[in-house]
């Protein structure tokens, strides 16, 4: 019985992101340009730039913590080197992707509804509240899972059209698949969650967007201390961080259960 409330509020939620437009868009057109502007970007400083960035201390600083990591790379020449530096980035560079759907999703949801009257009803029946945070976070999830994954076999498709073959052997490392299919999902749930949670506190879809798009900030921050060669996560600290989250997002769905009051909404609401 459980189960099918969950399941039906997956339904619902699909289905009233089929019937507007600018949402699905958003869900299917905006993650192919995310990742086709990154490969664009890396061909374009290999392309043009690559001769000056060869010559950096900061590509030199980079490239000993890479080889650390791969040293099957030790050989390659150092155009090929770049390439794998920069390639390496774009596991971390999906996270964009679902952290975007997810906040969207969940803010056009939650205020949609409290400005249509639409949840009031919902709220009514016997549907607990972690129920329907876990019905909207799976909705919401899924879709932005799915297309992070697509995204992610077009990545690979375009590191194999832009590189070499052992170019592409050196990018889809163990921290590539803890990336993608550990630490995607656990970001995912937290973006939902965090975007849940501001919704149901303000009333406005630009500005509940414009407080959850600062988790964007840390995946921002991963990337370019990574690039400019600060730091570059081992598969041990993608590993962790996977772990991080998800406890985090344990913790976040309780307290957004508890925020989530039902007497407060539908008294506040009106």
Known sequence: MRRR??????????????????????????????????????????????????????????????????????????IDKLQVLLFSQLHVYLLLIPVMIAITFATFSIIEEKQSRSLEPLLATPVRTDELFIGKALAGSIPALVMTWLCAGLSLIGIACLGTAHILGAVVTPSWFISVFLLVPAVTVLSFLLGAIISSRVNDPRNAQNISLLIILPVLALIAVQVIGVLLLTPLLFFIIAVIVGVVDL????????????????????
Do not use: C, H
Request: proline share 5%; hydrophobic share 55%.
């Open 5 to 78: 409330y969950i399941i039906n509020i997956i339904k619902k939620e699909w289905e009233d992101t089929l019937s507007n437009l600018n949402t699905l868009l958003l869900i299917t057109l905006a993650p192919l340009l995310i990742i086709g502007q990154g490969l664009l970007v890396i061909y374009l400083v290999v392309r043009f730039a690559g001769e000056g960035v060869l010559m950096s201390p900061m590509f030199q600083t980079a490239m000993e913590k890479l080889e650390a990591i791969l040293p099957s790379i030790a050989e390659l020449p150092p």
């Open 251 to 270: 913790i976040v769905l309780r307290i957004g259960v508890r925020l989530f009051q039902r007497e407060s909404i539908i008294i506040q609401w009106r």
